[in-house]
């Protein structure tokens, strides 16, 4: 069974932009989860699809927005691009509704903003 | 609000064992995970505890109590390839990870 796969791997933007990044969850998984990492702070929780339906939110200003496709693919956009929202962006899916013990990570999005 | 706290830090030798501890303060709770990540890789599941006490897989093994909002992960017979960030993670109201603890391995 093929993994959880991110695109683009790899993204320069400069601030102001936007950008979109996807995620298209393993075969079968229904929830899709995304996470900004930082060093030093860890993953930190964006925000939580099941079945199209966002079920939950973190912390994080309005300008980070997603959706999840019928087929459970998910984008995720962030508008008005900041210095300080250069991280690794992690979608994780799992069968269930996000319960933590069965999250697979795809491999992340780096993104640097300039 | 909800949090977890567990060490920045840990450095352990080859062949020895190690625990990771993390509290948590959460708004519900489902139980509590382990994750797993190399420096450039992504997270991977190692275990979960839903339940008070010891869950053993391999050289790995976490322990839970719910009553103390406390669990810690233990690693045995230490080898190199273990030297990684593990981040503790829990779902209450939300899934919240905690920052991480980088484990140094000793030769």
């Known amino acids: 069974k093929a993994g959880v796969t991110q695109t683009p791997r790899y993204l320069i933007k400069t601030r102001g932009q936007q950008v979109t990044l996807s995620c298209s969850p393993i075969?079968?998984?229904?929830?899709v989860s995304w996470y900004q990492q930082t060093p030093g702070q860890g993953l930190q929780f964006l925000f939580e699809y099941f079945s199209e339906t966002q079920r939950n939110k973190g912390n994080f200003p309005g300008r980070f927005s997603g959706r999840q496709f019928s087929n459970s693919r998910s984008e995720m956009n962030v508008s008005t691009l900041e210095l300080g929202d250069s991280a690794l962006y992690l979608c994780?899916?799992?069968?269930?509704?996000?319960?933590?013990?069965?999250?697979?990570f795809g491999p992340g999005t780096r993104l640097t903003v300039l | 609000g909800q949090s977890l706290e567990q060490p920045s830090e840990v450095t352990a030798v080859e062949g020895a064992i190690v625990q990771i501890n993390c509290t948590y303060q959460t708004s519900g709770f489902y139980g509590l995970s382990w994750y797993q990540q190399h420096d450039g890789g992504a997270p991977t599941f190692l275990s979960y505890n839903a339940l008070d006490g010891l869950e053993e897989t391999g050289r790995f093994s976490s322990f839970l109590s719910r009553s103390d909002s406390y669990g810690y992960l233990l690693l045995q017979e230490l080898q190199m390839k273990d030297s990684a960030s593990y981040f503790c993670?829990?779902?209450?109201?939300?899934?919240?990870f905690g920052k991480g603890t980088r484990l140094h391995i000793l030769p």
């Open positions: 993670a829990v779902r209450g109201d939300k899934i919240i």
């Open positions: 994780a899916s799992s069968t269930e509704v996000a319960r933590t013990d069965t999250q697979y």
């Open positions: 075969s079968g998984h229904r929830s």
